[in-house]
């Protein structure tokens, strides 16, 4: 299994890694400077010993094996060879002094490095502390590379130490004169060692710093997760009110907690309306189901009466008159579960076709079927204008039919039904999917006793009827017709509405305009 690590622990160890890279960076940079200083420092020196290396340094001639008697010579000074000479060791000595030239001399710093080369002949050697360190074969090789080019160079001789030395010839000697850079390299090396030492401090201080402020900061992370808990912990299914929702310590965090916790807070939102809505379509449905039940049961009740009756011993007569109520109550409970299945169509949003349609011939076609209908009305087309709607033809000639069904059943014989077509005024509100100048009104009026104020506002709802009084057969409706023409409505980008009136009832639907 992968082991989990903390985000805290990786923000705080990424802050304290970058803090002693930096410190890695500066320790470098200050050390190179540092360094370069100091060599600038040693080059001016080495400058000015080289500038009067010319005036003291020489080669003499000594007899083979015989030194001076006042000569002090360094125990592991190098023996004379036979044949060559010897520097005149002498100790400071001060140019055209007594004493002649040799190595020393005024002025000459501890440590430094002089090297002559004349006529093939070499010496060398290293003034410290007012005594001559001459040096050995092998180091005179190592000296007699160095360019004479008067630039300094750095020299390392073995158990002498390092030295910054530059070589010119002068009236054709080969001078060389340097200078010890250990106490460079010492004192670069300590300032290395205090810097690095200084920085491990400031990078393990950075680290605890780090992983206190990160976590600090992550803190609004914390009441997320929370609320987020609180969340998978319940049954949405039956607990989906008053969730836990981010509070203001997180929303008013840094930008990036603060946009996790207003995307949960929003996501909460959505979750609790999704319920909501489910809710209501449940509660709808079982509505729904209650009322269908309830209309269903009064045909199949006759239906079952009527055929007990049919299989009895009765006259021909009587049978005939009890299936006629069978085929009419059949037909009645097939007319409802159609309504039922369309609602149902339109309550699963399908989609309905979108067309360029005439709906003057509709209108008519209409108005024709309901004459035949119901003779005992006056059915009247209004004013037409030449409009097409941008609609369904079915779903057109549904609602067309619909209105004019519940004008027949809820109004008395003689009742004048008027159908008008024309473009929406300025002045009404416009449909939800298009602007006003855009729309058309498909409207149906009559002159009948109305409908009853108690349901005036439920008129489009499932399953509401008027009074048993106003129907003309004693039957009624299903109660859908309404609730259909509202949806088919809905689903072609219009509405409808139940318009004032001072007398009867004018129903108004608005489609949009092809």
């Known amino acids: ?56 340094l020489d080669v003499e001639d000594v007899p083979d094996g015989e030194v001076d008697s006042d000569d002090d010579v360094d125990e592991g000074a190098p023996a004379p060879q036979s ?32 090297y002559v080369n004349e006529d093939g002949e070499s010496a060398g050697a290293v003034v410290s502390n007012f005594a ?51 106490s460079v390299d010492d004192v670069v090396m300590m300032l290395v060692a205090v810097e690095v030492g200084l920085s491990l401090v400031v990078a393990i201080a950075a680290w605890f710093a780090g992983r206190a402020w990160v976590r600090r900061e992550l803190r609004p992370l914390g009441v997320v997760r929370a609320a987020a808990a609180d969340i998978a912990s319940r049954d949405l299914a039956d607990d989906a009110e008053d969730l836990t929702r981010v509070g203001e310590e997180a929303t008013s965090g840094p930008v990036e907690v603060a946009d996790v916790a207003g995307a949960l807070n929003s996501m909460i939102d959505a979750v609790e309306d999704g319920m909501e809505r489910r809710a209501r379509s449940e509660a709808k449905l079982r509505q729904f189901v209650a009322d269908a039940s309830h209309e269903l049961r009064t045909p199949l009740a006759s239906v079952q009466g009527y055929a007990q009756l049919a299989r009895r011993d009765i006259d021909e007569a009587s049978r005939t008159q009890a299936l006629e109520r069978i085929s009419s109550e059949g037909a009645r409970m097939a007319s409802l579960v159609e309504e039922m299945l369309t609602l149902a169509r339109l309550d699963g949003n399908r989609a309905l076709k979108r067309d360029n349609v005439d709906v003057i011939p509709l209108i008519l076609d209409a108005l024709s079927d309901a004459h035949v209908v119901a003779p005992d009305h006056a059915w009247e087309l209004g004013e037409a204008s030449d409009i097409e709607v941008l609609g369904d033809e079915a779903a057109l000639r549904q609602i067309l039919t619909n209105l004019l069904a519940n004008a027949r059943v809820h109004t008395p014989a003689g009742t004048r039904v008027t159908v008008s077509l024309s473009p929406l005024p300025a002045d009404r509100e416009p449909g939800k999917d298009a602007p006003a100048s855009s729309m058309v009104r498909i409207r149906v009026a009559d002159d009948g006793p109305g409908i009853p104020a108690e349901i005036r506002d439920r008129v489009f709802d499932r399953f509401v009827r008027g009074d048993s009084s106003r129907t003309r057969d004693g039957r009624g409706s299903s ?22 009136a001072d007398k009867g009832t004018v129903i108004d639907v608005t489609l949009p305009a092809a």
């Open 132 to 182: 001559v360190k001459y040096l050995d074969e092998h180091a005179l090789e190592i000296l007699a590379h160095v360019p004479t080019d008067g630039a300094p160079h750095t020299v390392r001789l073995k158990g002498l130490g390092t030295f910054r030395a530059t070589s010119q010839v002068i009236d054709d000697k080969t001078i060389l004169v340097g200078v010890q850079m250990d």
């Open 1 to 56: 299994m992968t082991r989990r690590r903390s985000l805290a622990g990786r923000l705080s160890r990424a802050l304290a890694a970058c803090v002693a890279l930096a410190l890695i960076v500066m320790v470098a940079a200050s050390t190179l400077v540092m360094r370069s200083w100091m060599l600038g420092n040693l080059d001016s020196e080495l400058h000015r010993l080289a500038q009067r290396a010319g005036e003291h």
């Open 83 to 114: 044949g060559g000479r010897m520097p005149r060791p002498g100790g400071p000595v001060i140019p055209g002094g007594p004493t002649g030239p040799g190595f020393g001399g005024s002025g000459i710093s501890e440590g430094t490095l002089q």
């Open 479 to 500: 109660g859908l017709g309404m609730s259909i023409v509202e949806s088919l409505a809905r689903a072609m980008g219009g509405s409808v509405c139940l318009a004032d």
